[in-house]
Structure formats: C-alpha cells, structure tokens
C-alpha cells in the first residue's frame, strides 16, 4: 500500500524555503558531498506541461557506495526499466502502440509542422508522466489536440527520416493510424480507465478500459473461482473465462524473462537475506502461483537490514476496479541512515500505539510484529511507480502475511526532498484563511508532513485486526471501497496521535512546539479537502482513494464535530481549522468506525462513509479552485525525472565502477528507457492478436 503525493505536495511539499524546519535540512549531509553552489543551485523543478510539474530526483549518496553495492544496484536498475512495459500496456491495451508512434515523432521530426510536433511534443510529455493515455489522479483520458491527418502526416515524415515503427503482420501504418485514431482523439472513447463507481446501470468492468480484462463483466465472474487473482489477465474466450498469467512461458513472457535475468545477476551481489528474497521472486516470475508470490513476501520482509532494497513485481492493486490485480512497479532503492533514525524510534513503539488505539479493544493486535520503517532514497521508480511516485510504501498487501510476518514500511526521503524544493509557495498564501495559518504552514509543514507520513505507514496500515466472526479477507468482503477505508485508517491513526505527548517524548518534535505542529497538520489536511479538487477537473467525483479518503475524513468532520468552518473573503471559499481539539477527539471517533468496518468487513458501512462524504463534491466549488488555482499557475501533480546509472564493464563482462548522473530532461529519459526496452517489447506487441 502506498501514501500518494497527493498531501505530500500541499503540507510536506508546502515547504519550500531554506528556512524549512525540516529537521534534516539544517545539517543536511548530502550538502558535504555537494558543497557550495552545487547544491544550492542544483535544479529541482524542470518544466510545466499544461496542469504537471516535471521535477529532478537525486540520490546524492549513491557516489560513496562501495563498488559491489554498486553493481548490485544496477542489475536491479536494469530489471527495474525492463518491466516498464508492462504497465503501459496493463494500463491500456494500445498504451503501447501509441507510445511508439509519438516517440517516433519526437525522435524524428523530420518535415513536421512545427505546430503539430510542438503539440505531439505536450501530448507525448504527458503520456510520459501517466504511463499511458489516461490521467493518473482522474483516470480520465486526455487527447491528442490537432487534426487526425496531421498527425498521420507526421508519423508519415517521421517515418521517413529514419523511425521504424512497430507493425503487426499484414498491417500497414495507414491501417494502425486508423485503428488507434479514436484512442488518440476521441475523448468519449474508452474514457477511462478504471471506473470505481458506475454510473448506474454500467458495469464496473466493462467501463473501465485499462488491460486488466478483456471482454468480461462483473457478471461473468459469478462463480468463477481466479487461481492468479494479482497476476493475471481475465479474458473471456468462446465464451469462457481464461486467465493469462503474468509469468515465464505466459503473458509479458518477453518482459519477465528479462527481469529475471537481471535479478539473477544481482543475486551473488545481495546479502544473504535479499539474495533469498531475490530468489523468491525469480521463482514468482517462473510459476506465478500465489503460493510462490506468498513466498516471495515473506523472504523480503525477512529482509530488514540490507542497506539496499527492491520493489519489483504486480504489487499494488489500485488500476483495478475490482481491486485485485496488481500493476506492475519497479523500485530500487537505499536506506538513509540518518532520517531511519527517527522513523524507527515510531516503530519501536508500534505495541504502545497499538494498545491506545481509539477503537473497541477486540481490534487491537496483541503483537504487533516485525514493523520495518525505513526512510530510503529512491535510485529508479517505474511502472506503476514511476515518474508520479508515491512518498510512503507499506508491502506486502497480502493481509495474512502482514499479520504472520510483519510488514517493511519505506518513506521516500529523496522525493520528499524534491517536491519540497519545487513546489510554489502559492499553495499556502491562497487556501489559507489568515497570514498566521500561511506562517504556520511555512514553518511547520514540513516537518507535519513527514512525520504524518511516517506514522500512516508505520503505525497505521501495520495497526489493527479483523474480528474473529469475518470470513476470508476485508479485501474481499469491501471490495472497491477497501483501498480508499484503509488509507483513510492510516491516516486518521497519524492524525490521532501527532497530536500526543509520546510524539514530544521520542523527540521527533519540540515539545513546546508540538501544539502548533498538530494545528498546523490539522489546518493542511482541512485546506487540502478543498485544493484537492484541482486535480479532478471533469465530473463531480472522486475516483482515486487517497483523495477520496482525504475527502471524506474531512468532510465527516465538517458533519459532525465543530472542528471546521467553512467562510468565504473576496468570492472565495475557505475551510478554516477552528479547534484542534475538537478536530482530534472527532479523528478518534471517525478511526473507531473506520476499524469496525475494516475488522468486521462492514461493505454497507463502508459505503455509507464515502457515499455519504467521500465520493461527491460541488462541481462548483471545483471550478472556483480550479480559477484559483490557473490564476496562480500552480501543478496539479508532479513527476519525476529518474537519476541514471551507467556502468563500465570489466574484461570479463563483469560491472566495474558505476556513475550516477542527473539528465534534467523527461524526454530523454523517456526515449532512453524505451530504446533500451524496445526488442521485448517488439516481440511482445507481435505476440498480440490485434
Ligand atoms: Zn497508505
């Protein structure tokens, strides 16, 4: 599971200035290996595109890793970029295809218009960012603006100066312009690409137009039992259900088996522990079988003290309308010692949390085990993970195996940084109802947001049980509200406790400033019910659930405490945090029910929550943030452009040194990564009936 940017960008990112209290900026030891005006005028934010951000990551102490480290982190690099795609084409069946045609533009613009490439340029930026045609946050799609014949022309000219397109067997370009134009320029076609909730009367699966299915409704899978519920695609053929299984020998065949072959090479690198986590996953990808991916769990929770660590695999859940398929993501990564520090006094203390938790003492866990906080730099984020990245990840998702085994919670300090250093400090002086609020966010944001991070992954998604009388998982039982109930869980359990004294005691904050930070946290999260809203800008609701559990705890709330205010100055409208203690005794009645539904699997309960206060907003109150918004040119998201590595060989082929560097420039990186893909996905796309 992971915590999005989305709170990150408006309370943890709001802190921008070198002022910012954050506490490892004073003495900042990446500041040592980048002295002077290296890092004071390094560039974090690289360009606007329409409603995005485009931001540079670094990960300053890779350069004084030892040279094995090093080899290891490139081998699990390369597996990292050779399952990017996968996603796109999980993400939509022509994701792909498309790709490779604006790439071609972009890589060979030969005779092309200036007008039509500058907007294949914006358009091809975009897809970039979202992995594909559709919105990240909305999951609506977005068009290609210029006229269909100009765009075949460009493909044409492309062509001509040297871009060699993909072409299925008896197809010719002309042909495949044809059948894709509707994707690229018709927003009305296949609309979205995961549609939680329906409009009524359509079917959960066959409205939503990612690749997770193939012709197959809610209806269908009536008493069809899947044997690779999360990896695996559904297609219904001849009228049965079939599943393609995402492993060696089934589908992304040619993606996986590279994979693999670039984990196999990290194996002999790795400590003993991730060495036999490496190899649980290689034997995932073989089989696929739930058992091997329980498996494969396990070893990486074992896994608790290798300095480096890798995400890679079908993990989260959240493409899916159903919930049950994992999107494919690659990351790897490295601890940073000095801010795990803090994290893991917080996880230390899990039991002390747990036994206060606000809810009915039966949901409380007796032990709760094997809590690994770590805050880590991240190398290289992709699929499902990268350029828009989470800043907190809690794995594995498999409930039985967190209750058995633990989990590892991550927080990723070096995205954190960087959204700190981009982001405009518009946000705080607009939303904000009085200067001393917008003051209060300038000096407290930062830390607020990074420790509200921490507590969401560490003692929040670890916390908890489900009720002895629930048969099978919550998962199951609340369907497509789980996702967005267990983030809000996660949230509220940050909320509760940021605000108790243990915090000051484990001096992650001054006490005597510990009330301003709890307010500071409470006026953000209110602000952010509001400017959230930006991000949607078609419709009247939410689908992502962080926004829509952020929605609905600060809606709830506004219902039942007197917490919050609602004012409006000047024709704009404010919610303004009027009484912190109100505000937190609310969050700790709101977190009792939200763990009864959770533990009991309450599906009436959970929808009554985000039915009532988390799904629907005011489309007015949208366009006035959205004028609001435009009016300050602020991002509605932000992706990240990747540090890369390259490597020099010795003579026998083995990795010698490795160097980092940072490309500054999205498309680059883009084509680069592509380029380095394009024979397994060449053989894939030919795989495919079209
Ligand atoms: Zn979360």
Request: charged share 25%.
């Amino acid at each position: 599971m992971r915590s999005h940017l989305i709170l990150a960008v408006i309370v943890a990112g709001a802190c921008s200035l070198a002022s910012c209290s954050k506490p490892a900026t004073a003495d900042d030891p990446k500041k040592e290996s980048a002295p002077g005006p290296a890092s004071t005028t390094r560039k974090y934010l690289l360009e606007r595109v329409d409603d995005a951000a485009v931001v540079q990551i670094y990960a300053d102490d890779f350069a004084s890793m030892d040279v094995k480290t090093k080899a290891l982190v490139w081998h699990l690099y390369q597996a990292a970029i050779a399952g990017r795609d996968i996603y796109y084409d999980q993400r939509s069946a022509a994701g792909l295809e498309m790709r490779d045609l604006i790439e071609g533009i972009v890589e060979h613009p030969g005779t092309t218009n200036a007008e039509t490439l500058k907007e294949v340029q914006r358009y091809a930026k975009l897809f970039w960012l979202n992995s594909g045609p559709y919105n990240n946050l909305t999951a609506r799609k977005f068009v290609l603006q210029c006229q269909p014949a100009a765009f075949a022309e460009a493909v044409h000219a492309a062509q001509t100066a040297g871009a060699a397109f993909f072409l299925q067997a008896g197809e010719t370009l002309d042909q495949k312009l044809a059948r894709l134009q509707p994707m690229f320029f018709n927003p009305d076609f296949a609309p979205s690409a995961t549609s939680k909730t329906p409009k009524p009367g359509e079917d959960l699966l066959a409205s939503s137009f990612n690749n997770l299915y193939a012709g197959v409704t809610t209806k269908d899978l009536a008493g069809f039992k899947e044997q690779y519920p999360l990896n695996s695609r559904l297609v219904k053929r001849n009228g049965a259900l079939v599943e393609e299984v995402y492993r060696i020998g089934g589908r992304y065949d040619p993606q996986i088996r590279a994979i693999v072959g670039h984990l196999e090479a990290a194996v002999p690198l790795a400590t003993e522990p991730m060495a036999q986590a490496l190899r649980a996953l290689i034997k995932w990808y073989q089989t696929g079988s739930p058992a091997d991916r329980r498996a494969y769990d396990i070893a990486w929770v074992a896994d608790k003290a290798s300095p480096v660590d890798t995400i890679n695999g079908f993990t989260e859940v959240y493409l899916d309308a159903r919930g049950m398929k994992g999107g494919w993501e690659g990351l790897v990564f490295y601890v940073n010692q000095k801010k795990t520090e803090s994290i893991q006094k917080l996880a230390g203390q899990a039991q002390w949390f747990e036994d206060r938790m606000p809810w009915d003492p039966r949901y409380r866990k007796p032990g709760v085990k094997g809590i690994t906080a770590n805050a880590i730099d991240v190398v290289v984020e992709s699929g499902d993970s990268g350029p828009i990245t989470p800043v907190g990840i809690n794995l594995p998702n498999d409930e039985s195996v967190r209750e058995q085994f633990g989990s590892k919670s991550v927080s990723l300090s070096n995205v954190n940084e960087a959204y700190d250093k981009s982001t405009d400090p518009g946000f705080r002086s607009e939303f904000a109802w009085s200067p001393d609020e917008a003051a209060r966010s300038e000096k407290w944001g930062g830390l607020a947001g990074e420790l509200l991070t921490n507590m969401h992954e560490v003692i929040g998604h670890a916390s908890g049980r489900v009720s002895e009388s629930l048969k099978g998982t919550p998962q199951a039982a609340i369907k497509e509200f789980f996702s967005a109930l267990e983030e809000a869980r996660a949230d509220l359990v940050g909320l509760y406790f940021i605000a108790d004294p243990k915090i000051a005691e484990l001096g992650l904050v001054p006490a005597a400033d510990q009330d301003a930070i709890a307010q500071t946290e409470y006026e953000g999260y209110t602000r952010n019910a509001i400017i959230q809203l930006r991000r949607v800008r078609q419709g009247s609701q939410l689908e992502e659930d962080h926004m829509r559990n952020r929605q609905m705890i600060v809606r709830w709330l506004m219902a039942n405490t007197k917490a919050i205010d609602t004012r409006t100055r000047d024709g704009k409208t404010f919610l303004v945090m009027t009484d912190a203690k109100a505000f937190r005794e609310g969050v700790g009645r709101l977190l009792a029910e939200v763990q009864r539904v959770k533990s009991e699997g309450d599906l009436a309960g959970a929808r009554k929550l985000f039915e009532t206060y988390g799904i629907h907003f005011d489309p007015k109150l949208r366009d006035e943030v959205i004028a609001r918004v435009d009016r300050l040119k602020l991002p509605a998201y932000t992706g990240f452009v990747m540090p890369d590595l390259v490597a020099t060989t010795d003579s026998n082929g083995a990795v010698g040194d490795v160097k980092i560097s940072y490309p500054q420039d999205l498309a680059k990186q883009m084509l680069a990564y592509s380029a380095m893909t394009k024979e397994t996905r060449n053989a894939f796309l030919a795989s495919e009936k079209r």
